[in-house]
């Protein structure tokens, strides 16, 4: 697990470089291994954003802080993430009209499935997005704020574009698993210094 870092700016000030369009919050230190991959994908999308932990049943008071001052800082989405009973990303969405985009953590007791069901769970008026348990949830969090910023930021729609052709090209060049695992297997026992021509063993980015 990585270490998590520094917010990039102070709430209710910008970071003096450039300003996040993203906060990307979480209930617990211990949901970093799980929202990095959110930080990591607005990062190769070259979305600014801010990392914070804010806790629902711990630090109620900076969740509100935090969510009525957001639209005021310049923050045009909110990714929350949380675990078990996973009250943040819902109680944000209730002060604040921007949109916010849920992500359940996976939690010991329940896999994340007691996560999921109180984030998708809201009432009536009052939507949270809500992706997939864990990492895959989490980078498509960051996928989907891209592609919201992107009806207003016309470079992050481009990045976007850039990261699904990418994707898709990584796909298509590895076409046949058993060749790969073949070779790697080679490589792996000495039988093989490199892979032949045709055969990418660049392991596609996991999603999930
Ligand atoms: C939730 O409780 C957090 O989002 C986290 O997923 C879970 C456990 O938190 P810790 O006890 O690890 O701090 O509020």
Redo the contacts with the bound molecule.
């Keep these: 697990m990585t270490a998590m870092p520094q917010t990039k700016g102070k709430l209710g000030e910008g970071d003096g470089r450039t300003a996040p369009l993203v906060g990307v919050i979480?209930?617990?230190?211990?949901?970093w291994e799980t929202m990095e991959h959110a930080a990591k994908t607005l990062e190769e999308l070259g979305v600014p954003y801010e990392t914070r932990v804010v806790?629902?049943?711990?630090t109620p008071d900076l969740l509100f802080a935090y969510a009525c001052s957001a639209e005021q800082r310049g923050i045009e989405v909110i990714i929350a993430?949380?675990?078990?009973?996973?009250?943040?990303p819902g109680m944000t969405a209730s002060k604040t009209v921007l949109p916010v985009l849920g992500v359940p953590?996976e939690?010991k007791a329940l896999k994340g499935l007691d996560?999921l069901l109180s984030i998708a769970q809201m009432p009536g008026g009052v939507p949270v997005g809500t992706l997939a348990i864990g990492k895959a949830g989490a980078i498509n969090a960051a996928l989907l704020a891209a592609a919201i910023l992107g009806n207003r930021h016309h470079g992050i729609r481009e990045a976007l574009r850039k990261f699904r052709k990418r994707q898709t090209a990584t796909v298509l060049a590895t076409p046949d698993p058993a060749a790969v695992a073949a070779v790697r297997r080679a490589i792996y026992d000495g039988k093989a210094k490199a892979a032949p021509k045709g055969v990418n063993l660049q392991k596609r980015k996991k999603h999930g």
């Design positions: 979480m209930g617990s230190t211990s949901d806790s629902a049943h711990r993430g949380a675990g078990g009973a996973a009250h943040l953590v939690s996560s």
